[in-house]
């Protein structure tokens, strides 16, 4: 059973850097075909995805977040991590990241972290 732990401060300021860690056990992060996902939920809104790292290290980003996020990994750690810079209040919302398989013809999302509150604020 895959498991993923989200960590990382639960309130950051304006304009600093929202950075956070998903911890990945009972499977690596360097399988074929998987791709680590990181989405989130603002208070009353849908799920937004905000971006990936595959399996070989590829990463993919929302056009909408891409100016101001990055997603890298430690496989040492068997880690991947999120950063989004110049937070504003609009970044508040509970963060997930996810495994996603992809084969051609499939996306599954079978893993899901617990997801943590971010609130930015001053």
């Known amino acids: 059973q895959v498991q993923l732990q989200e960590s990382g401060p639960g309130l950051v300021k304006p304009s600093q850097t929202l950075s956070l860690t998903c911890t990945v056990s009972?499977?690596?992060?360097?399988?074929?075909?998987?791709?680590w996902s990181w989405v989130r939920q603002p208070p009353g809104k849908g799920l937004e995805w905000m971006g990936a790292?595959?399996?070989?290290?590829?990463?993919s980003y929302s056009p909408s977040l891409k100016s101001r996020t990055s997603i890298s990994r430690d496989t040492s750690k068997n880690q991947f991590t999120l950063q989004v810079s110049s937070v504003t209040p609009e970044d508040t919302a509970v963060y997930y990241c996810?495994?996603?398989?992809?084969?051609?013809?499939?996306?599954?999302?079978?893993?899901w972290g617990q997801g943590t509150q971010v609130t930015v604020s001053s």
């Open positions: 790292i595959a399996y070989s290290g590829s990463t």
């Open positions: 009972s499977g690596s992060i360097t399988t074929n075909y998987y791709w």
């Open positions: 996810a495994r996603v398989a992809v084969v051609p013809g499939s996306v599954s999302w079978d893993y």
